[in-house]
């Protein structure tokens, strides 16, 4: 089935230490995104990319970084820089700069 | 500033009946406007997407409208069944990209049996 999958769906993480968030899709998409979603709050893009190789960074990209050396694939590092990382990240991905984002299903992330 | 503000916070309602969410936005310029439906724990779907020339579309039992003059939206579910529950997410896009959104902080909808 056509798609994009976020692994883990849950994630543990000590203080300090970087951790990487997965999001792959399947749909020939070129611009993938990364969001970062708190309660009470909208979602805050973190960084996106339009094409293979190249990124950019969204609203709120300071502790993290990306990589987009595959069409399909697009991690996140969650950095020890990061200072308040516990969050619901959530990644997009659309047709070029076409109006439609499809998100993948989430990754809670909870630092202890 | 570029915001959105969403009506109310939290809404709960009887399974059957009909309800109705806001949306302002203060968003300029606008390209298009959409509305998402977030079960919880779960990545936002798309409802609808409207542009500047369009002031209603329809996805089953979702109406949504669009007063751009006024900038305003609501959404309007007909019938409401338990599945509706969800958080409901207005976001507005500044140009033709989705790094150009601005998200609202969304409608918390409970039905109940």
């Known amino acids: 089935d056509g798609g994009i999958t976020q692994s883990p769906k849950y994630l543990f993480r000590k203080e300090g230490q970087n951790v990487t968030l997965s999001c792959e899709q399947n749909?020939?998409?070129?611009?993938m995104y990364w969001y970062r979603q708190d309660p009470g709050q909208g979602l805050r893009l973190i960084y996106y990319?339009?094409?293979?190789?190249?990124?950019q960074k969204g609203d709120i990209a300071e502790g993290y970084s990306v990589s987009r050396e595959k069409k399909e694939s697009f991690p996140l590092t969650v950095t020890s820089a990061q200072k308040n990382p516990t969050a619901f990240y959530l990644c997009?991905?659309?047709?070029?700069?076409?109006?439609?984002?499809?998100f993948g299903q989430g990754t809670r992330l909870t630092v202890v | 500033k570029n915001q959105v503000e969403q009506s109310p916070q939290s809404l709960i309602i009887l399974e059957g009946k009909n309800c109705t969410l806001q949306c302002n936005y203060t968003v300029s310029p606008f390209s298009n406007l959409r509305w998402y439906k977030q079960d919880t724990g779960r990545g936002p779907v798309s409802l609808t997407i409207m542009t500047f020339s369009e002031n209603t579309k329809s996805n089953g039992r979702y109406t949504a409208t669009l007063d751009a003059d006024t900038k305003q939206s609501s959404l309007h579910i007909t019938a409401s069944q338990l599945s509706d529950s969800a958080s409901y997410i207005c976001?507005?896009?500044?140009?033709?990209?989705?790094?150009?959104?601005?998200f609202g902080t969304g409608t918390r909808l409970t039905i109940i049996p």
């Open positions: 990319s339009q094409i293979v190789n190249d990124f």
């Open positions: 997009a991905s659309s047709i070029d700069v076409g109006p439609e984002a499809f």
């Open positions: 749909l020939n998409h070129d611009a």
């Open positions: 976001v507005v896009s500044r140009d033709f990209g989705n790094e150009k959104l601005t």
